[in-house]
Nanobody, 116 residues
């Protein structure tokens, strides 16, 4: 059974930082591209950042230069370092495969709230 468990969210002031983690189980983590996604109230879920099995990264234009995705294959964990946070980054953040072609893998997500 595949499980993706996100953690690290919270309330932060604009300009602050957070580091999200996503621990994976039930998949051969090292061969899978992984992604971070987010869904703000009233909006569709969108890709934030993706990382290939080899470490190639891809970012949404809105977070380029502020967010960094990374992975630790030994720990089966993908991270999202978020700096210079803005109120518009407020959302529930999820991880999944990249692209997210398996709906069943969505977890509970972790809430990120950025106050102005």
């Amino acid at each position: 059974q595949v499980q993706l468990v996100e953690s690290g969210g919270g309330l932060v002031q604009a300009g602050g930082s957070l580091r999200l983690s996503c621990a994976a189980s039930g998949i051969i983590f090292s061969i899978n591209a992984m992604g971070w996604y987010r869904q703000a109230p009233g909006k569709q879920r969108e890709l934030v950042a993706g990382i290939s099995s080899g470490g190639t990264t891809n970012y949404a234009n809105s977070v380029k230069g502020r967010f960094t995705i990374s992975r630790d294959n030994a720990k089966k964990t993908v991270y999202l370092q978020m700096n210079s946070l803005k109120p518009e980054d407020t959302a529930v953040y999820y991880c999944n495969l990249y692209p997210a072609w398996v709906d069943a893998y969505w977890g509970q997500g972790t809430q990120v709230t950025v106050s102005s």
